[in-house]
């Protein structure tokens, strides 16, 4: 499923082209994709303009010149793109094979730079879903939300608050949404070998007797932004299903220390590990036993 830095690729791709543009028509193939669309959605849509798009956590935001807000999470197939229309920069487009049947919604748009074109979203899964919503408060999906890893208010002192007397291992506790934002499988796996912390080891011993945070809490901080920040300047990472917005794929899985590595030699200069595979509620986690503890 798409992670942070894999939605906020989609979004960067889309903004520069959905940005500005007024939604025309709105064709919706189908009454669902993991739930049904909410109650007049299309009649909402039509006649707005998007102004802006954003992002919080793994979902995408479509700013609308009403006031509301337009919301979509990807699911694990869920993809945008335009159809008949080339993005400049040619060498980059790539031309998806979605199967047609899969194109749930189109979006016939009027930009006033790039004229009239097609967005459509494809989900052959149709694990992904859309929400329609006026304030964030009232958004079950977002209202919950811990603070997004990359703005200012995410930091060591902020976890240390969350992690204080928590049993639950160090990669569960990252990956609890309210924790913080946005954090999947593969990121919390690579920021844990950055921090050099097991996945297993229990959150709390990482937050000093009184309360503040240790210096590996610091040191997962920055793994966690660093480790985002240098997937998103890749592109994100494409294992299976994943198109960026011009439908190329993104290319951090090619940076992974441990990440699906299991067998191999641990990359730390020096270290002789071999990275290791265990399961986590039903989830891999991947690690150097030999300088992850």
Not at 62 to 90: C, D, I, N, Q, V
Not at 159 to 184: E, H
Not at 224 to 249: C, H, P, Q, Y
């Amino acid at each position: 499923m798409p992670e942070l830095p894999e939605v906020e690729t989609v979004r960067r791709g889309l903004d520069p082209y959905v940005s500005g543009a007024r939604i025309e028509a709105v064709t919706l193939n189908r009454a669902d994709l993991r739930f049904p669309f909410p109650a007049g959605f299309r009649a909402a849509l039509e006649g707005l303009t998007i102004t802006r798009t954003d992002r919080r956590a793994k979902y995408l935001l479509f700013r609308l010149s009403s006031g509301a807000t337009w919301l979509s999470h990807l699911g694990m197939t869920g993809a945008y793109r335009f159809e008949g229309f080339r993005f400049k920069e040619p060498s980059r487009y790539y031309e998806p094979e979605e199967d047609r049947k899969h194109d749930h919604i189109v979006l016939e748009l009027g930009h006033p730079e790039h004229g009239r074109m097609k967005l459509v979203y494809n989900d052959a899964r149709r694990f992904g879903f859309m929400d329609l919503f006026e304030d964030e408060a009232d958004c079950p999906y977002l209202r919950d939300l811990g603070p997004e890893p990359l703005s200012n208010a995410f930091n060591a002192a902020a976890m240390a608050a969350r992690f204080r007397g928590k049993a639950a291992p160090a990669k569960a506790a990252l990956l609890d949404q309210r924790v913080v934002a946005g954090l999947g499988n593969i990121y919390v796996s690579e920021a844990l070998y950055r921090a050099r912390i097991r996945p297993d080891l229990p959150a709390a011993r990482l937050v000093l007797k009184s309360g503040a945070a240790s210096r590996r809490l610091e040191d997962l901080a920055d793994g966690v932004r660093t480790v985002l920040t240098e997937a998103i300047e890749a592109g994100g990472s494409t294992l299976r299903d994943f198109r960026a917005a011009d439908g190329g794929s993104g290319y951090f899985q090619h940076r992974f220390a441990v990440y699906d590595r299991e067998g191999e030699p641990c990359p730390t200069p020096g270290c002789r590990g071999v990275i290791q595979r265990i399961v986590q509620s039903g989830r891999s986690s991947f690690f150097c036993p030999a300088c992850q503890h």
